[in-house]
Nanobody, 119 residues
Framework: QVQLVESGGGLVQAGGSLRLSCAAS????????MAWFRQVPGKEREFVST????????SYTDSVKGRFTISRDNAKNTVYLQMNDLKPEDTAIYYC????????????WGQGTQVTVSS
């Protein structure tokens, strides 16, 4: 098993910045890819960004490109999401996720951290 704990959410004004952290524990050696998702009330969970654990290759959903940066610290088993130029539409619960096998669904999920952006 892999356990994920998110932190760093909060309330920020539009144009501000936050850095989310996701600390992994347990069978972290098995993790292939980690990702950030977000969800708002009444809407489906949305993919935000992902990073491969070994090579560090990244991808982003179009709405956050140029504003968000995903990174990882292998020694700390931690993934970060640096969020700049935040917009009210970024308001959501942000979830960290991890998978061990390429192509499979994300198996491990954190509890979520709330990000609220005021206008």
């Amino acid at each position: 098993q892999v356990q994920l704990v998110e932190s760093g959410g909060g309330l920020v004004q539009a144009g501000g910045s936050l850095r989310l952290s996701c600390a992994a524990s347990g069978r972290t050696f098995s993790v292939y890819r980690m990702a950030w998702f977000r969800q708002v009330p009444g809407k489906e969970r949305e993919f935000v960004s992902t990073i491969t654990w070994s090579a560090g290759g990244t991808s982003y959903t179009d709405s956050v490109k140029g504003r968000f940066t995903i990174s990882r610290d292998n020694a700390k088993n931690t993934v970060y999401l640096q969020m700049n130029d935040l917009k009210p539409e970024d308001t959501a619960i942000y979830y960290c996720a991890a998978k061990s096998i390429p192509g499979e669904e994300y198996r491990y999920w954190g509890q979520g951290t709330q990000v609220t952006v005021s206008s």
